[in-house]
């Protein structure tokens, strides 16, 4: 069974699909303001931002990472962009870093950062790896780097019969601790989401689970998941990829797959050199996006008007929609 949901609002072609749809710019979306530049990344070695969070420890700051190639380590960012910290999660590799989380763990209101070693551009990995270590306050002034942070543990995990993804979406349940994962398809923008419970086993290779397929549509700069975050009271959903933002509400009781089943609201995001990166604030309401590249700038997404996300719609003249589709896995 598939649902649908229009990402295009206004065209030039002056037609439509007749479909059951969710107009993805209609009133019952949220809307943001114009992307706002807060600044720009000041340190020249951050030059593959692929993951972003928003801190719940320190406010006014932003964690992010490099990808595969680069050293395994952490980047506390003020939403201007200066460098606040820098961390190494030890011990630690970064075969390919894609994203970062923030949420629950181990031990009861301490608030965990998870990052993503999950890409495979090649699918030749027998599993990967992400690793949760607990959130480190960021100090006054800046000191030797990068700051060690010894007690980082690998949950390895592996896909169902021997398949191999890549992925650069990850997100955490705030509600229970479960890791998602959400693969990229640049071909098809068909998106395996996979689940690993809480709590996650420390000492052995985890199999995933797979709870869904979600089938991003368009273009290839329209298709291939790049990014997600999950609100720190588990009511708000953000995906991204290179050039589109779905955002959507998850109701009481609901799961994070059954919520990804449903459309999302089409939301805004700004040109970028190749943005993967997206970190919704700590209410949900608005979200920052980072581009990789050199010097690259913080985009903040401010809501501008809070209404239900979703209301069905019948077909409009002088409309063109596109569909994001979801299905059964």
């Known amino acids: ?17 007749l479909l059951t749809a969710v107009e993805a710019e209609g009133e019952d979306c949220p809307r943001f303001a114009t992307a706002k530049i807060l600044g720009n990344v ?18 006014g700051v932003l964690w992010t990472h490099n990808d595969s190639g680069n050293a395994p380590w952490l980047y506390a960012l003020a939403e201007d962009g200066s460098t606040r910290g820098i961390y190494l999660p030890t011990p630690s590799a970064n075969v390919d870093w894609e994203d970062i989380a923030i949420g629950p763990g181990p031990t009861p209101g301490q608030d965990y950062l ?11 990995r027998p599993s990967i790896i992400v690793y949760r270590l607990p959130e480190p306050p960021i100090p006054t002034a800046l000191g030797p780097e990068p700051f060690s942070l010894p007690g980082t543990v690998a949950l390895r995990l592996e896909y169902p019969d021997g398949e191999r ?7 955490v349940d705030p509600d229970n601790g479960d890791l998602y994962i959400l ?16 709590p996650q086993n420390e000492s052995e290779v985890s199999q995933l689970e797979r709870v869904a397929t979600i089938t ?23 995906v991204r990829t290179y050039t589109r933002g779905y955002l959507w509400t998850r109701s009481a009781g609901a799961t ?5 089943k449903t459309p999302g609201c089409s939301v805004p995001l700004a040109i970028e050199r190749q943005g993967e990166s997206v970190a919704l604030t700590t209410d949900g309401q608005n979200y920052f996006t980072l581009s990789e590249g050199s010097l690259e700038p913080i985009y903040f997404y401010e809501r501008v008007e809070t209404a239900p996300l979703l209301r069905p719609m019948g077909p409009r003249p002088h409309y063109a929609q596109r569909t994001i589709a979801s299905q059964e896995p």
């Open 42 to 59: 000041e340190d020249r070695s951050l030059t593959e931002a692929s993951g972003l969070v928003v801190s719940r420890k320190n406010p």
């Open 1 to 17: 069974m598939f649902k649908f949901c229009s990402v295009l609002a206004s065209s030039v072609l002056g037609f439509h699909l």
């Open 256 to 260: 994070i797959a059954s919520t990804l």
């Open 114 to 124: 998870y990052v993503g070693d999950i890409g495979d551009n090649r699918r030749k």
């Open 165 to 171: 993804h890549n992925a650069e979406t990850l997100l």
């Open 216 to 238: 991003f549509s368009g273009g290839r700069s329209e298709r291939p998941a790049t990014g997600g975050d999950i609100s720190a009271d588990g009511q708000t959903i953000l």
């Open 183 to 198: 693969t990229k398809n640049k071909s098809t923008g068909v998106s395996g989401l996979y689940r690993a419970p809480f």
